[in-house]
């Protein structure tokens, strides 16, 4: 497939669109981040997302300046880091991230962590200064990251703005469902990290039977069962067989018993990889 295949958008409550299907870079080194951005891009991701504590925002920029492609062409989602609390640090924080980027704004900036145990730290105050973001136009679209439901029904009831996404845990092994129903009722996007458990789901029988059945890679078919769902993905890859592979998701289609087949692989809670939102505090500086 070729950069003309065609990646579906999802319109967010904001009127802004952005393609389904991305391209994660956590965990790649800073100094290796602008060759598989780059990779990724000639592939024909035209969606990257990168955080402050990635510490590869400048990768990210560098790729997309170094590519035939306008500032127009790719969205690029970053996220506020974990050590960032009061508002004139998150100003600061935030000016930094579009000075790496090399860009006047971001199509997407996420509060990473609700952090709702940490002392001292609160997602409402945080929230009003995205939103100041979202007012100056220089974060097209603002969202959350990790936000249990609690979380949502505080911003819904204190703030002016509503999240345009969530992006939260979801692969096979872990639904996460309460939190992406409520999404999906209340108009917030699901962003689906961590979409094949880094890799934790690729053995599983149902998967690797579906896999040969329709003479695709395990990754492919669990890649498409989010597409399918609807959630938005971003898969990270180091390497350049699986940029590929991971891009090449809209040739074919799961049938309604393969959905149903691999969504009943759910562990609920004990599927879980990351932290539980609720009680995690982030750094400790
Ligand atoms: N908001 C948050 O708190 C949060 C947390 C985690 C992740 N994220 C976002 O979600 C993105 C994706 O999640 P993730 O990076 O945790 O995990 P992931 O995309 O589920 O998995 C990445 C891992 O799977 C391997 N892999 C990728 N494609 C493969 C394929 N086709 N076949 C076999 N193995 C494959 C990669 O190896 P190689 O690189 O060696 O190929 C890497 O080890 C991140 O990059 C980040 O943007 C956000």
Redesign the pocket.
């Known amino acids: 497939m070729t950069e003309t295949t065609h990646v579906p958008t999802i319109t967010l409550n904001d009127g802004q669109e952005i393609p389904q299907l991305g391209f ?4 790649i080194p800073p100094e290796e981040t602008a060759e598989a951005t780059g990779r990724a891009l000639e592939v024909g991701y035209r969606h990257i ?2 955080a402050e504590m990635y510490e590869n925002e400048q990768g990210v920029g560098d790729a997309v300046r170094d590519s035939s492609l306008d500032r127009g062409e790719v969205w690029i989602t970053s ?1 506020l880091s974990n050590r960032k609390h009061e508002p004139e640090e998150i100003r600061a924080a935030f000016a930094e991230t579009l000075e790496k980027l090399g860009s006047a704004y971001v199509d997407l900036f996420l509060i ?2 609700p952090l709702p145990a940490r002392p001292g730290s609160d997602f409402v105050k945080r929230w009003k200064v995205l939103e100041e973001f979202k007012a100056d136009g220089r974060a097209r679209s603002i969202g959350v ?2 936000f249990q439901v609690e979380h949502l029904e505080r911003l819904a009831a204190e703030c002016d703005v509503a999240p345009a996404v969530n ?1 939260i ?1 979801i ?1 096979p092994y872990f639904l996460n469902e309460e939190v992406r129903s409520y999404g999906e009722r209340h108009g917030i996007a699901t962003e689906a ?7 934790g789901v ?1 053995n599983d029988p149902v998967i690797t039977a579906i896999a040969e059945r329709l003479e695709r ?1 395990a ?1 492919q078919v669990v890649l498409r069962w989010h597409v399918q769902r609807g959630s938005i993905v ?6 350049p067989e ?1 940029i590929r ?2 891009f090449e998701l809209f040739d074919f289609e799961l049938s309604g018993a393969d959905m149903d087949a691999i969504t009943g692989l759910d562990r609920g809670e004990a599927g879980r990889t ?1 932290p539980n939102p609720l009680r995690f505090t982030g750094p400790s500086d």
């Open positions: 994660g870079v956590f965990q997302d990168t996220k990473h962590w990251s990790n992006q845990e692969h990290w961590s979409p094949i458990a880094q890799g690729l890679t990754a971003f898969p990270k890859s180091a390497t699986r592979e991971n990351g």
